[in-house]
Antibody, heavy 115, light 112 residues
Framework: QVQLQQWGAGLLKPSETLSLTCAVY????????WSWIRQSPGKGLEYIGE???????NYNPSLKSRVAISLDTSKKQFSLKLRSVTAADTAVYYC?????????WGQGTLVTVSS | DVVMTQSPLSLPVTLGQPASISCRSS???????????LNWFHQRPGQSPRRLIY???NRDSGVPDRFSGSGSGTEFTLKISRVEAEDVGVYYC?????????FGGGTKVEIK
């Protein structure tokens, strides 16, 4: 059974760096796009970006200058870093894996940016 | 960015009755490889979303066959043949053809 378990700091101050990690259980990295998606009351669902098992990335242009997604196959984890956060980055962040016939999601992490 | 517009915003349904949600994109979702990357997601209250349908009409593993997707170009539909209690929540369409990938605003399905 495939499971994604995510963690990271839930409270940040403006200008800090958001850092979240997602551990993958029961799946290999090939055959999936490994993604980060966030959800806020004001903006709904927003696709942040993705990484393939070969390390190729795609980012939302609105976040591209601040975001980085990386993969550590030895630890079976992938990570999200978002620099210089503001209150507008307050949201629930999800890691997810999308493949043919299947998709898997983390439990979500509420990240609040407040001074 | 491609704008995804869903209707209705809210959909009260009777158990056992059919339901239909529409999704319209501001640009054609046909990709250069010939595929149309239109997905449907369901999010129950307090849970993570999960994808039900990908590439317009392909059900993900474990998705009941009462869910079906159809459409082409810029107009798409998700249908539930007979609504069950576990189908409540918010449904989102999402296009995977143009970057950035974008979601619709959601349709809330509730039982009458």
């Amino acid at each position: 059974q495939v499971q994604l378990q995510q963690w990271g700091a839930g409270l940040l101050k403006p200008s800090e760096t958001l850092s979240l990690t997602c551990a993958v259980y029961g799946a290999s990295f090939s055959g999936y796009y490994w993604s980060w998606i966030r959800q806020s009351p004001g903006k709904g669902l927003e696709y942040i970006g993705e990484i393939t098992h070969r390390g190729s990335t795609n980012y939302n242009p609105s976040l591209k200058s601040r975001v980085a997604i990386s993969l550590d196959t030895s630890k079976k984890q992938f990570s999200l870093k978002l620099r210089s956060v503001t209150a507008a980055d307050t949201a629930v962040y999800y890691c997810a894996a999308f493949g043919e016939l299947r998709n898997h999601w983390g439990q979500g992490t509420l990240v609040t940016v407040s001074s | 960015d491609v704008v995804m517009t869903q209707s209705p915003l809210s959909l009260p349904v009777t158990l056992g009755q059919p339901a239909s949600i529409s999704c319209r994109s501001s640009q054609s979702l046909v990709y250069s490889d010939g595929h149309t990357y239109l997905n449907w997601f369901h999010q129950r209250p307090g849970q993570s979303p999960r994808r039900l349908i990908y590439k317009v009409s392909n059900r993900d593993s474990g998705v009941p066959d009462r869910f079906s997707g159809s459409g082409s170009g810029t107009e798409f539909t998700l249908k539930i043949s007979r609504v069950e209690a576990e189908d409540v929540g918010v449904y989102y369409c999402m296009q995977g053809t143009h970057w950035p990938l974008t979601f619709g605003g959601g349709t809330k399905v509730e039982i009458k």
